[in-house]
Each structure stands twice: as C-alpha cells, then as structure tokens.
C-alpha cells in the first residue's frame, strides 16, 4: 500500500510548487499595483496626473465662463528715433529715400561701397556728417557731399557739353533765322540754357544745363572760374607778352588780366597761344589780343573750369559724368 501513498506526496509537492508560482505572480500583481498608483509613465495614475496639469492649464488662461480662446496680443512698436549726425542734427526726411540707395544711383558704387562711405563719415547731409546707415533724405531739397564733393541726386537736372560750329549763334532760338543751339539738340522736354556765351566766329565748348544755380556761378567772374582759350594770331609773338596780359591791359570797360599765358605754337608770320582768364566781358579774348597788337585770326574754347572739350566733334553734346557735375559744383564754390 506504500506505493500510492508515495505518488500522492508527490502530487502534493508539484501542487505546493504551484502555489510557490501563483505567490510568484501575486508579487507581480502587487508590483503593478504599486507602479499604477505613482511610477511608471502611460500608467494609469500618470494618465490621472497628465488630465489634472491640462486642467491646471486650461483654468490658467480662462478669464472667465465666457471667455473665448486666448489670442496673443503683438507687442507695440516703439517710434523710429530721429536719425542725427554727430553734432545732433537731424537730417532724416521720414519719406525720403534711402541715402545709400541714392549714392549707388549716381554711380558712386555699389550699394555696400556707399554705405562703407557713409560709416566712414564721408558723407555730408545739408553740411552735417552722417553715419547712420537709416537715413532718408531728399534728393531734391537736401545737398550731399562725398569727401567734399557735390553730388546731384535729382535726376530732372540736365548737364551737357556742346562744342558750338563756327556760324552759330549762342542762343536756344534766333528770330533772325539764324543757326541757334536747338538746331543741334534732339527734342527735349526740359528748358534748357547756355552757360555764357561764345560769338558766331568762336567755337568750341558750351555748358548746357537746367540747373540755374550752378550756370550763374559759372558765368559771374566773383566764382573766378576758369576759361580756357586757343587762338591763332599773327606772329612773331613776343617774349614778354604773357607778361604784360598777366599784369593786366587797359581796355574801354577797364582792365583785364588773364590768369595765364602760354605759346603753344610758332610758324613764320602766325602763332598759336592758350590764354585762361575768369572775365566773362563780352568778347574779352579778342579785344585784349587786339589791343596788344596781335588781333586773332581764329579762337575756340577748349575747357570751362574743370571740363574739357577734349574730343567732341564739332555739332555734338555729350551728357556731363557724376564726376564732372561734381567738379563743377566744387569750382563755383558749392
């Protein structure tokens, strides 16, 4: 009878091995348990605690039972500051252009070149040094100087040069019908005018322009800017005549000097010279040659101020460069 009672114990041992696993897995539910009341993350008490900060949340931005959802309100924007050079000038046109922006249009670089001037303080606004790259100005109203340079920013401004043939007359029209300077000008819509005068039997370089300022200072011998003139007149010349129209002749509306003389050219029984003199009298070149006994023969004006014939043909125009405007500004003292 002892063997059945063997195996029962046997069974007995797996059923209490059993129970040793079903304790195994009741630590193990424990263990959850415990984790689902404050442990892992995606638990069920964390799912509890992630509704309770979205209502924490929610109730902060609440105003109210019938508030609607938040917006976000901008920010207000703090006025521009009035842009001022070193000395506290304000030269800042609010509307204007940008100052930059009108350098590189005349031609005085690309933008970033300008604005390297501008930070560089060589840029001048009414005669005030700007630095500041945000500066707006005018264009018509304002004048600017780069390193001491005029610079024309208003594009309705016309500047030309014209070398006048002999046989026309130094007007835009002439009611006697003869040759003007408009016969020799393609249609325009501006209103131009000469800068001086040349007679019909002078040629050479005439300033045209719109800009009446800069053309009375040419023309008034208070700026003393310089004309330059090549005449051929009868020969020998003397040594000593530079000399004596350098200290000054006496004509009818007084005395004249030139600022300078130079012989040029010599040949039997002619001679070529260069006279430069700032008198704007009417026919000032021949009267003087004249009245020191070498009337000229032919005459023509090479070079007004610091703008040169060069090698224009007789009859053209050429538009004045940024540079050349800017000469000339400098000349008449602007």
Do not use: W
Request: with cysteine; net charge positive.
């Amino acid at each position: 009878m002892n063997p059945p009672q063997q195996r029962g114990g046997s069974g007995g041992k797996r059923e209490g091995s059993g129970g040793k696993r079903g304790g195994a897995g009741s630590q193990r539910g424990s263990g959850a348990a415990r984790s689902g009341q404050g442990g892992r993350p995606g638990a069920s008490g964390s799912g509890s605690a992630g509704k309770r900060r979205h209502k924490a949340r929610g109730s902060s931005r609440a105003v109210g039972p019938d508030a609607g959802p938040s917006r976000k309100v901008a920010p207000k924007r703090r006025p521009t500051p009035p842009v001022v050079d070193d000395s506290g000038a304000d030269v800042h046109i609010p509307d204007g252009v940008r100052l930059q922006k009108l350098l590189a249009s005349a031609g005085l670089g690309s933008r970033r070149a300008c604005e390297l001037l501008i930070s560089q303080g060589r840029v001048e606004v009414d005669g005030h040094v700007v630095t500041e790259l945000g500066v707006r100005v005018d264009p018509v109203a304002q004048t600017i100087h780069v390193d001491g340079t005029r610079v024309v920013l208003d594009d309705s401004r016309v500047y030309l040069a014209f070398n006048k043939p002999l046989g026309v007359v130094s007007t835009m029209s002439d009611e006697l019908g003869r040759p003007s300077i408009t016969d020799y000008l393609p249609p325009r819509n501006e209103r131009l005018f000469h800068v001086g005068r040349l007679d019909a039997d002078t040629e050479g370089l005439l300033l045209l322009t719109n800009d009446g300022e800069l053309a009375h200072r040419l023309q008034h011998p208070a700026y003393e800017v310089p004309k330059t003139y090549i005449a051929r007149v009868p020969g020998p010349v003397p040594r000593d005549l530079g000399k004596t129209l350098r200290a000054g002749v006496q004509l009818e509306d007084g005395v004249v000097a030139v600022d300078s003389f130079k012989l040029i050219d010599s040949a039997p029984g002619k001679a070529i010279v260069e006279l430069v003199l700032h008198e704007g009298k009417k026919h000032v070149v021949r009267r003087l040659l004249a009245e020191v006994g070498h009337p000229v023969e032919a005459l023509s004006r090479v070079q007004v101020g610091p703008i040169l014939l060069g090698q224009l043909r007789s009859g053209r125009t050429r538009a004045l460069t940024a540079e050349e405007v800017g000469a000339l500004y400098r000349s008449a003292g602007l």
